[in-house]
């Protein structure tokens, strides 16, 4: 099977800053790439995807990075909020299925 | 907004019993799918389909069957649960091989 790990499984962020999740993918056949937030007790919520001939995607208030050179995906959200405290994690596309990593839980200090 | 919903959002049911989870999308997408989520694990995929009446088996099949007899339903059968089968369902649809739409998820307890 696939290999999507995170680098960190938890990661506090004081509100207002900038918040960076990373993600290694193993497969570099890999063509497509998705971030997800799921809030406790709810299913996974898309974010923002990427294609792999892009290298920066940017949504409202988050960025999607991708190094295919080191087969790295990483998330930034600006101006983190309350509300962002979840766990993200990545998705990589391979054929036709989805591998998905473990997740990274963010927590927003007020 | 596509709408993924799952039939039941906690379910607790005995060892040995049949357990019937379903899932309704209602944007006319080809594919589904079934995975279960499991703490340090991530999502697992149990088992996809492309159309009606078509399924494909996951990377985590065993003890698990599926159902496509319409479109926009796609049922996930546990046919004896076990207790390791314990765990966070999740459906999900999709209108191709790209971004997937999630339920809110089953949360089974088998005792």
């Known amino acids: 099977g696939e290999s999507v790990g995170l680098h960190l499984p938890t990661l506090s962020v004081q509100e207002g800053d900038n918040s960076i999740i990373n993600c290694a993918y193993s497969n570099s056949a890999s063509d497509y790439f998705i971030w997800y937030k799921q809030e406790s007790g709810k299913g996974p919520q898309f974010i923002i995807d990427i294609r792999s001939n892009m290298d920066k995607r940017q949504g409202q208030r988050v960025t999607v990075l991708l190094n295919k050179t080191v087969k790295h995906l990483s998330l930034q959200i600006a101006a983190t909020q309350p509300g962002d405290s979840a766990v993200y994690f990545c998705?990589?596309?391979?054929?036709?299925?989805?591998?998905f990593g473990t997740g990274t839980s963010l927590t927003v200090i007020p | 907004d596509v709408k993924v919903t799952q039939s039941s959002r906690y379910l607790v049911k005995r060892t040995g019993e049949k357990v019937f989870l379903e899932c309704v999308q209602d944007?006319?997408?080809?594919?589904m799918f079934w995975y279960r989520q499991d703490p340090g694990l991530g999502l697992r995929l149990i088992y996809f389909s492309y159309d009606v009446k078509m399924k494909e088996k996951g990377d985590i099949p065993e003890g698990y069957s599926v159902s496509r007899e319409k479109k926009e339903r796609f049922s996930l059968i546990l046919e004896s649960a076990s207790t390791n089968q314990t765990s966070m369902y999740l459906c999900a649809s999709a209108l191709s091989s790209y971004e997937q739409y999630f339920g809110p998820g089953t949360r089974l307890t088998v005792t």
């Open positions: 944007m006319d997408h080809e594919n």
């Open positions: 998705a990589e596309n391979t054929g036709n299925q989805f591998y």
